[in-house]
């Protein structure tokens, strides 16, 4: 790696080698250095791989067509494997390189995959061995809702507060969020910034300027102001002008466009028209359904799945009928990006040209091994959303999983 990582440090800009001199900085610098050396290697490596998955999507693609079904499992188990081997080596912790990183390095440089720095680590808290937590380098058992006592202000986004208390203590090594934060924090020496030694001596704190006790407070449940219309005819809206702004004063002073205008998303028809003649259909990736919250509560013999056992994609009827598709058909989804696989739910409610993919899939009873992380490929819809920063919102930073273009057909045994 020092040959490297010697490249990254010698061609930092100015403005870092300046702050480099500063007392206890350029130990700062040592370490960001060694991991954008670190980044710019994983990426190359996993885009080759990248490379070879998209080649192998083109061929079972090209088989489909020409009627070459019999092959069709062993190439999905391959295009698989590449698959989960990019992820990995791409999502592996590397830390963090900042928006400016310190050297643009060739790919052709990159030809060596060297020792993975053992000073950065995944930690995760989980209620189950989920996917993400097959990755993690430590995963810890964590309480769950019944386990812990609960205060919540939604994000002070009104003036109230919902809470209650423990229905029984943590069973076997299970652990509260608090617990792992303030262990943590003291091992940091920041013990003065953590006097509360339960999450209930915690509440009681954050209590007291509206004076109720923790008891008191699970007796209500539920603190919040009296309903009080129009408020802004005394207090004004929270803006900087105090108006309802329809031009935005807070985006002028960030240098955006302070009023709303439309523009096509990254991926559309209009915008991709010769991607849009392989792609027709456009594809919602958010689909959210009862009885799951997420990615929560997959797990078989716990009630949800006996409710909702398969994921499903929305096809309208139209377009069921030129497919050759019927309602309860497993079909794939396909975007530029991969593939999934949901069964169809034939439908009037939602438009012609459009397809929307129920989100967050994934399967417990699926093995753990790789190449099958609980079926964490299957269909999971995140598979065929973009993963290009170019296509994030410039202003809010946000990701395009919706809007895409893909394609529909029926899957194959």
């Not at 991926?267 to 456009?282: L, T």
């Not at 006996?306 to 309602?327: R, S």
């Amino acid at each position: 790696m020092s040959d490297l990582f010697d490249k990254v440090s010698s061609q930092m800009d100015i403005f870092k080698k300046l702050a480099s001199k500063i007392p206890g900085f350029s130990g700062y610098v040592e370490r960001q250095n060694r991991r954008a050396a670190d980044k710019l290697l994983r990426e190359s490596v996993a885009s080759r791989f990248e490379e070879l998955w998209t080649r192998t999507s083109e061929i079972q693609t090209s088989m489909i067509g020409e009627g070459m079904l019999s092959l069709m499992d062993e190439m999905e188990q391959a295009a698989i494997q590449l698959r989960t081997f990019a992820d990995k080596i791409k999502t592996a912790s590397y830390g963090y390189a900042g928006f400016f990183d310190a050297v643009k390095i060739k790919e052709e440089e990159l030809t060596q995959l060297y020792q993975f720095d053992q000073a950065f680590f995944d930690v995760v808290n989980e209620h189950w061995m989920t996917p993400t937590a097959l990755f993690a380098d430590y995963v810890l058992p964590m309480a769950s809702w019944m386990e812990r006592p609960y205060i919540s202000t939604f994000q002070d986004f009104v003036d109230s507060a919902l809470g209650g208390e423990r229905a029984i203590q943590p069973l076997e090594e299970r652990k509260e969020d608090y617990y792992f934060w303030r262990e943590l924090g003291i091992r940091l020496g920041q013990k003065e910034y953590w006097p509360w030694e339960t999450f209930e001596e915690h509440m009681a704190y954050r209590l007291k300027p509206v004076g109720m006790t923790l008891e008191e407070f699970v007796r209500v449940g539920c603190l919040t102001t009296p309903i009080e219309e129009k408020k802004y005819e005394k207090l004004g809206f929270p803006t900087p002008s105090g108006k309802f702004e329809l031009f935005s004063s807070v985006l002028e002073k960030l240098g955006y466009d302070p009023l709303p205008f439309y523009e096509e998303p990254f991926e559309s028809p209009a915008r991709m028209q010769e991607v849009a003649k392989e792609y027709p259909f456009i594809l919602n990736t958010g689909g959210r359904f009862m009885p799951m919250f997420h990615s929560e509560f997959r797990q078989l013999g716990i009630g949800t799945r006996d409710k909702h056992p398969d994921p499903l994609a929305d096809v309208n009827i139209e377009d069921a009928q030129g497919l050759g598709i019927k309602d309860g058909d497993w079909i794939t989804i396909e975007t530029k990006r991969g593939r999934i696989k949901q069964k169809a739910r034939i439908s009037d409610r939602i438009p012609r040209g459009m397809v929307n993919t129920e989100a967050s899939w994934w399967f417990p009873e699926l093995p753990a091994e790789e190449p099958f992380l609980h079926g964490v490929w299957e269909s999971n819809a995140n598979v065929l959303t973009l993963d290009n920063p170019d296509a994030c919102d410039p202003l809010t930073g946000g990701w395009q999983n919706r809007a895409l273009l893909c394609r529909v057909y029926k899957a194959q045994d």
